[in-house]
């Protein structure tokens, strides 16, 4: 994968590439960005560059037998590491040499793809994934050989912040005294869940959301979408190129995230001293609690875009709202004056609170059905 092919994000392939040719390649560096900004496809980009000896032209031309190994990824210098959980393939031990086949694939057919995506792929159901203290003692043994080239190698840990304590541990003593000629790009979305002291030996890139000309511009070019269509797009996905892509390749088995919040909201209007409705919230949260943690995750930070572009909405700040909701007799405008500034801080925190405990393998049904009731209430706060 050549920097040529990733979209936007210009000034950081300017740093990367300036300073690998002035060999001055930091051992630990921390790519943090929003899904779908690229922070996968620029570390892959980065390896090549630096495994290949490519130079900063237009073809980046090097070494035409390392670039071919990594058009399918798999460059014996390069290596990965990622959240994985047992499936019907692997039922112990999981570790990510156990879905490289599966993780090559997904790479190569949605670089941009999400965490949630990948766990779709792997088929780990109800499991939440993780990098595990078996992944800790994979890439010790890996980092002990010698490169197979003689130069670089590199570790690229997808997803870092799923480090459970006893990995982070074990890497923390990489970082503090790598092996000669490796590099670890680590990858997140969020710094905040990653020990203080990995950060600290870490040169931190931070990446933006991709602008909407950049993502209009790439779903013409490679999805070849007509430019009205691709505008249109590009500003509802908001910065995230997977998105963009979820939103005009919108598949049958997509989870109807927006059927459900609407079927939550107006079961919340109808409970207020109406005990029939009660028992409809409780449905709902035994339907949502069966879906598995990663989607529960997903939806209720659905939700929160909801509640935020109905208050958008409410206070006329309509260019700002991007969500076009197809459920009928939906309509955000006339949802939008029940969230306003009494209470959507309250509804945020609640929502914030859930996806909290969900990660936490809180019980579901209990969290979703006590969020519900809080709902009913905020709802209905002048």
């Known amino acids: 994968m050549h920097f040529s092919e990733i979209l936007g994000q210009e000034h950081i392939k300017n740093h990367l590439t300036t300073s690998a040719d002035a060999g001055r390649i930091p051992h630990a560096q921390l790519f943090v960005g929003p899904e779908g900004s690229g922070t996968l496809p620029m570390a892959i980009a980065y390896a090549q560059y630096i495994l290949c000896g490519n130079t900063n032209g237009e073809n980046e031309a090097g070494n035409t037998a390392c670039n071919l190994k990594f058009q399918n990824f798999s460059h014996p210098d390069l290596h990965f590491v990622f959240p994985v959980a047992a499936n019907t393939e692997v039922k112990n031990h999981p570790v990510s040499t156990n879905f490289l086949k599966y993780w090559r694939e997904f790479i190569t057919e949605t670089p941009y793809g999400s965490l949630f995506d990948w766990y779709k792929k792997i088929d780990i159901q109800n499991k939440q994934g993780q990098i595990g203290v078996d992944e800790a003692h994979e890439i010790v043994k890996a980092l002990s050989l010698k490169a197979y080239e003689g130069g670089h190698k590199v570790m690229i840990i997808w997803m870092a912040d799923r480090m459970n304590t006893a990995t982070a541990n074990k890497l923390l003593k990489l970082l503090e005294e790598p092996p000669q000629k490796t590099i670890f790009l680590l990858i997140a979305e969020s710094d905040d869940d990653i020990l203080q002291t990995i950060l600290s030996r870490c040169q931190v890139l931070h990446f933006g959301p991709l602008s909407e000309q950049v993502i209009a511009d790439a779903l013409v070019s490679r ?53 029939a409705a009660i028992q409809d919230l409780i449905a709902w949260s035994e339907q949502i609690a069966g879906i598995g943690r990663e989607a529960q995750k997903q939806f209720l930070d659905f939700c929160i875009t909801m509640f935020r572009q109905a208050m958008l909405l409410n206070y006329n700040a309509k260019e700002l709202v991007y969500l076009e909701p197809t459920v009928a007799n939906f309509k955000l405008e006339n949802f939008a004056p029940f969230v306003n500034g009494n209470n959507i801080n309250d509804i945020f925190k609640e929502l914030s609170d859930a996806i909290y405990h969900i990660e936490r393998n809180g019980n579901a049904k209990i969290i979703l059905t006590d969020l519900s009731i809080k709902l009913t209430r905020l709802i209905h706060k002048k």
């Open 223 to 275: 999805e070849n979408t007509d430019a009205a269509t691709a505008l249109k797009t590009a500003h509802q996905a908001q910065g995230n190129y997977n998105k963009a892509l979820h939103l005009l390749k919108k598949t049958d088995d997509d989870l109807p995230f927006e059927a459900w919040f609407v079927q939550w909201v107006r079961a919340a209007f109808r409970a207020k001293g109406n005990a």
